[in-house]
């Protein structure tokens, strides 16, 4: 049963029973609405709590529905929360954790409100591309102003109830268990208001003196953040409306809204990428009750760039680390670059001065590799040579204790290959980090053959713990992201070639989305690090055809920021990527010395190419289980690679321009200059041909 009817002196309590988060699907619904009627009909029942079991008060409407007739049959959110708040008896809402999207709405229907600090209060609707669509619009500004509900509802940002205890929100702020606090209230006021009306929002006035000024100047700010998608700007929409004309005119016109955004592209992709983050943690051949090993003291060898940000993860998780460098002075440096990272978060105002010195305190530096003994989980983040990471796996075979998990941050060699450095590759998996490893969300885990399930099942919950989306990759040249986005660069540096410049490639990739297109990108990174792969790769594949240009650019030395100029030109002090006159002028020259006569490229064959190159690597990646999903490179993506949320990820971006485009579309490019690299995944044709897509 999805609800729960019971009563105490008087009181109804009905209790939203639908674990994990209380979703208000139909059944939830069903239950509400005939524990109401039960209420209303009792004569013994003078006044109604409505609480939620478990960890959440609820969650809000359940996603799962959307797009489904489930979604849309009766009694709708809409309906319930109507006869919630018509309903002659008093509804107090007792809320203990989670209230959200719907969940509030739920709530905001009730006549009353008592909560207990640390709940999560939101309407994150906006988040998903929509917009609060059961009177959040209308409600929570009635209840707590128009300008604190406008930032909530716009950012879609959670709130913790404490912060909301003089707002207007509660009416009580409970210390102690909130059911309790709620039947006293729901007592008094059924004694005080006996037979009387009780408080509805709908009813309230919103108070502001400058309504409409403060709307707009909210439209600006969000136009301001340019947001590509409408969910945004209909949130604001729709609170205006019910500000200008009216509660049940705003209602209406709210609704409307909610009807259009569930159907959007957007949208389907943000809830592709809200489902596809929580499926990225479930391994199909690992089941989810694997025991996990305990993990309670981690090491990190090497105390550079990388591994000073994965300690800092581990650190910020509250979990001890023993950070290992070979050289006092490499040791001193990673400390000092860490404790650097903390201030700067210090200065921002995110962290307190005791917190930093708390985090650095789990810090224990050291020089010997008999002082890793005790560590549970060792992570590695030496130097990207296999001979090394030879040295340091061998060494941890013989001092690490029994069931402590080796884990290798390599990006690019063969972890098959590092674990046959030890005598347990059961215990040996890949956790690649990506840069800068204490920000980047993704971490892509690596399985070997041999790696042992339940060390999969505890890397992932250690993920959790630090706060990654963790994706499951195989072992390949790459994983699965940098894999793909050699042949994004490879489209990128043919189209240099055959007539484009960067900075037009650049701005295209990015009014697409991306954070940052390939050639920033690249002078970000530091064009050498792609240089040293490039050459690594016509050793390895002297058959694979790749544009030499960026070859010719690295051979003047220009690497990019570090360099004062690469692709693009730089000020000193200023990241500023400018065009460059001489980069544009050796591309030109290089078409010309390789016979190729340069050509219009416009906007949409950029993006095509771009794209599809990541899309046809993925399937390539998907047909040969590197990658047991689309949901999870669409996850790599999203998280690591700033593929734009709102487009849901490559493969999804694919499904939803239809797998029949994509594929005319790479044959048209394969017909074309350098269209050699189109070598279709068989994947992409047979899905195709079958008119279906990589996500179903
Ligand atoms: N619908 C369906 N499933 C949901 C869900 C939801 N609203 N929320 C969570 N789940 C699933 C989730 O996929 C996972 O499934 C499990 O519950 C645990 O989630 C009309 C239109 C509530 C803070 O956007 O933010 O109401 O992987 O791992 O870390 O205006 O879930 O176990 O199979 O995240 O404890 C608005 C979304 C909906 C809130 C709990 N509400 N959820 O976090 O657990 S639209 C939201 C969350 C709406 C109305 C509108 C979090 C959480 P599985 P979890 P958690």
């Avoid at 760039?305 to 509250?318: D, E, H, K, L, S």
Wanted: proline residues 5%.
């Amino acid at each position: 049963m999805a609800v729960d009817y019971t009563t105490r002196d008087g009181v109804a309590v009905i209790t939203l029973n639908n674990p994990p988060v209380n979703g208000l699907g139909l059944s939830t619904r069903i239950g509400i609405m005939d524990g109401l009627a039960r209420a209303e009909r009792d004569p013994a029942i003078s006044a109604i709590v409505l609480t939620g079991s478990g960890t959440a008060f609820s969650g809000g409407a359940d996603i799962t529905e959307f797009n489904t007739p489930k979604a849309l049959q009766e009694p709708t959110l809409a309906t319930v929360i109507r006869a919630v708040e018509a309903s002659a008896k008093p509804v107090v809402a007792a809320i203990h954790s989670v209230a959200m999207g719907g969940g509030l709405e739920l709530a905001l229907g009730a006549h009353y409100r008592v909560g207990v600090p640390g709940a999560q209060i939101a309407l994150p609707e906006v988040k998903l591309g929509l917009l609060p669509g059961a009177g959040g619009t209308q409600r929570l500004p009635r209840a707590i102003g128009l300008e604190a509900a406008l930032n909530m509802i716009v950012s879609g940002a959670t709130v913790m109830s404490e912060k909301l205890t003089d707002s207007g929100l509660f009416d009580e702020m409970a210390e102690g268990d909130v059911l309790e606090a709620a039947l006293a209230f729901a007592r008094r006021v059924a004694e005080k208001d006996a037979g009387g009306t009780h408080p509805r929002l709908r009813d309230r006035k919103i108070q502001h003196e400058n309504a409409a000024g403060f709307i707009q100047f909210s439209r600006n700010s969000v136009a301001a953040v340019a947001k590509p998608f409408p969910a945004p700007g209909k949130c604001i929409d729709a609170i205006e409306a019910g500000v200008l004309k009216g509660f049940d005119h705003g209602l209406a016109f709210e609704r409307e809204c909610f009807l259009a955004l569930v159907q959007t592209p957007e949208s389907r992709a943000l809830r592709h990428a809200f489902f596809g983050e929580r499926a990225a943690s479930k391994i199909p051949d690992v089941p989810s009750d694997t025991p996990v090993r305990a993990i309670k003291q981690v090491a990190v060898i090497g105390a550079g760039t990388m591994g000073g940000g994965i300690a800092m993860n581990f650190v910020n998780a509250g979990l001890p680390v023993m950070l290992l460098e070979t050289k006092p002075e490499a040791l001193e440096r990673g400390l000092a670059t860490i404790r650097k990272n903390y201030e700067t978060t210090v200065k921002k105002g995110k962290l307190t001065q005791e917190a930093l010195e708390t985090r650095m305190a789990l810090i224990t530096p050291t020089l010997s590799y008999d002082d890793l003994a005790g560590a549970d989980l060792i992570v590695e983040a030496v130097f990207e040579e296999l001979g090394v990471k030879e040295q340091v796996f061998r060494r941890l075979d013989e001092i690490a204790k029994p069931g402590a998990i080796l884990a290798s941050n390599t990006s690019t060699l063969d972890l098959n290959k590092i674990a046959a450095f030890t005598t347990r590759p059961g215990d040996v998996v890949g956790m690649h980090f990506f840069s800068p490893a204490n920000v980047m969300k993704l971490l892509e885990v690596v399985r070997g053959e041999h790696t042992a399930k339940d060390v999969l099942a505890t890397v992932m919950q250690v993920a959790k713990r630090i706060k990654k989306t963790a994706v499951v990759s195989g072992v390949c040249d790459g994983f699965i992201g940098n894999r793909m986005i050699e042949q994004y660069i490879r489209q990128a540096l043919f189209m240099l070639e055959e007539g484009a410049l960067p900075a037009q490639i650049d701005g295209a990739i990015e009014r697409f989305g991306f954070a940052m297109g390939p050639f920033r990108m690249s002078d970000l990174a530091g064009n050498d690090i792609g240089w040293a792969i490039r050459k690594r790769r016509y050793a390895e594949q002297p058959g694979m055809h790749y544009s030499r240009i960026a070859d010719r650019l690295c051979e003047t030395g220009r690497f990019g920021q570090k360099t004062g100029g690469g692709w693009y030109d730089y000020r000193p002090g200023d990241r500023t990527a400018r065009p460059s006159a001489l980069v544009d002028e050796m591309i030109v020259a290089y078409s010309g010395e390789i016979g190729c006569a340069r050509r219009e490229i416009g906007d949409d064959e950029i993006v095509e190419r771009l794209v599809f190159a990541l899309v046809n690597e993925g399937a390539k990646i998907l047909a040969e289980g590197i990658a047991s999903k689309a949901s999870d490179i669409d996850m790599v993506y999203l998280t690591g690679y700033g593929f734009p949320l709102w487009r849901g990820g490559p493969m999804l971006h694919a499904d939803t321009v239809g797998l029949y485009n994509v594929e005319r579309a790479m044959a048209r490019y394969a017909s074309q200059q350098n269209g050699d690299a189109w070598e279709i995944a068989p994947l992409v044709t047979e899905l195709a041909k079958a008119g279906r897509g990589f996500n179903g």
